[in-house]
T-cell receptor, first 111, second 113 residues
Framework: EDQVTQSPEALRLQEGESSSLNCSYT??????LFWYRQDPGKGPEFLFT???AGEEKEKERLKATLTKKESFLHITAPKPEDSATYLCAVPNSGGYQKVTFGTGTKLQVIP | EPEVTQTPSHQVTQMGQEVILRCVPISNHLYFYWYRQILGQKVEFLVSFYNNEISEKSEIFDDQFSVERPDGSNFTLKIRSTKLEDSAMYFC???????????FGPGTRLTVL
């Protein structure tokens, strides 16, 4: 069964303190990996799609990278507005119709 | 920027009642999805819909659930006889292609009393 594990569960950073979030996955035949941001009471907001090991994508202070077993979301010099839960998700082995989400990393950036 | 919309934002119902949650996907998207998120838990896949039929569903999506695209713009999730454990946020999503990322709506908070 496809599995997605995210760590840490929660992360508290000072403003400007860079760090990385981890997403480990177990899926036969990776067809992509998605990163989303979710604010409390809101729907997931799409950030990145990564398709193959070695691929990197960047958006403002965020950079996502992918290896054969895990993905990292690097946050450089975070600001309080980056506080949110970051979700990792993979399409299931049979295709994109079903997506399995991790439990997320709740990030809090303190001014 | 195109977005997925959902109504209502909050639905309160009595156990055993039927509810219909509504979604308007992004207009040129072809694949539609429903997910749920119980408070404090992860986002869980319910069902995917393409070409006017269910393409995949999870074990959560039992006979009490149904989906429909009644016209060219709406996509609905019906729960026939709600249970207390159906209380959750329900998210609709859509994508332009099978291999494309999914865009989520703001969700409907369902409370079953």
């Amino acid at each position: 069964e496809d599995q997605v594990t995210q760590s840490p569960e929660a992360l508290r950073l000072q403003e400007g303190e860079s760090s990385s979030l981890n997403c480990s996955y177990t899926v036969s035949g990776l067809r992509g990996l998605f990163w989303y941001r979710q604010d409390p009471g809101k729907g997931p907001e799409f950030l990145f799609t990564l398709y193959s090991a070695g691929e990197e994508k960047e958006k403002e202070r965020l950079k996502a990278t992918l290896t054969k077993k895990e993905s990292f979301l690097h946050i450089t010099a975070p600001k309080p507005e980056d506080s949110a839960t970051y979700l990792c998700a993979v399409p299931n082995s049979g295709g994109y119709q079903k997506v399995t989400f991790g439990t997320g990393t709740k990030l809090q950036v303190i001014p | 920027e195109p977005e997925v919309t959902q109504t209502p934002s909050h639905q309160v119902t009595q156990m055993g009642q039927e509810v219909i949650l509504r979604c308007v996907p992004i207009s040129n998207h072809l694949y539609f999805y429903w997910y749920r998120q119980i408070l404090g838990q992860k986002v869980e896949f319910l069902v995917s819909f393409y070409n006017n039929e269910i393409s995949e569903k999870s074990e959560i999506f039992d006979d009490q659930f149904s989906v429909e695209r009644p016209d060219g713009s709406n996509f609905t999730l019906k729960i026939r006889s709600t249970k207390l454990e159906d209380s959750a946020m329900y998210f609709c999503a859509s994508s332009g292609g099978q291999n494309n990322e999914q865009f989520f709506g703001p969700g409907t908070r369902l409370t079953v009393l």
